[in-house]
T-cell receptor, first 113, second 114 residues
């Protein structure tokens, strides 16, 4: 079956620090990969996505590259801000779309000023 | 734009009570789904629907019923609530599109069963 393993949290960083959140996956077929972000008290919002090997998704300074050879989709940001404090979820869509998503456990990020 | 609207936002139930969590979307999406979010476990799929009159089970369907009579609405029913159903519930919708099609989520319903 499908599964997503995500870096354990919580993660606490100082403002302007470099962020990496690791995500690896197991999937049958050829999935699409997503990062969703959940701000306090809100629902999930799509942060970025990638639909094929070597694709790089990017948004708001965050990036992740679809690595088929290592089955990974690590999230990175060069300089985090206090406003980036949230829970980040890695997810895969086995059908290629986001219709039936398999989520990782989530990583709580706190950025201190 | 309203997007995906869930009601109520918070609910406390006693064991054995029943209730319906409401979900409505105004984007004319064919696909709708319900997830539950538990600490350390991410989100898990409960039920989903690919269109009016069509529903199917996800990973954790036991204790929940759904129906889809219109494109817009996809209610989730708890027939006899149990403490194990204490969770945050999210409804999502997406078009039946191609690779990379995004899912849109509601703001969630926090349910406590005592």
């Amino acid at each position: 079956g499908n599964s997503v393993t995500q870096m354990e949290g919580p993660v606490t960083l100082s403002e302007e620090a470099f962020l990496t959140i690791n995500c690896t996956y197991t999937a049958t077929g050829y999935p699409s990969l997503f990062w969703y972000v959940q701000y306090p008290g809100e629902g999930l919002q799509l942060l970025l996505k990638a639909t094929k090997a070597d694709d790089k998704g990017s948004n708001k300074g965050f990036e992740a590259t679809y690595r088929k050879e290592t089955t990974s989709f690590h999230l990175e940001k060069g300089s985090v801000q206090v406003s980036d404090s949230a829970v980040y979820f890695c997810a895969l869509g086995s059908s290629g779309s986001a219709r039936q998503l398999t989520f990782g456990s989530g990583t709580q990020l706190t950025v201190l000023p | 734009n309203a997007g995906v609207t869930q009601t109520p936002k918070f609910q406390v139930l006693k064991t054995g009570q029943s209730m319906t969590l409401q979900c409505a979307q105004d984007m004319n999406h064919e696909y709708m789904s319900w997830y539950r979010q538990d600490p350390g476990m991410g989100l898990r799929l409960i039920h989903y629907s690919v269109g009016a009159g069509i529903t199917d089970q996800g990973e954790v369907p036991n204790g929940y019923n759904v129906s889809r009579s219109t494109t817009e609405d996809f209610p989730l029913r708890l027939l006899s609530a149990a403490p194990s159903q204490t969770s945050v519930y999210f409804c999502a919708s997406s078009p039946l599109g191609s690779r990379g099609t995004e899912a849109f989520f509601g703001q969630g319903t926090r349910l406590t069963v005592v």
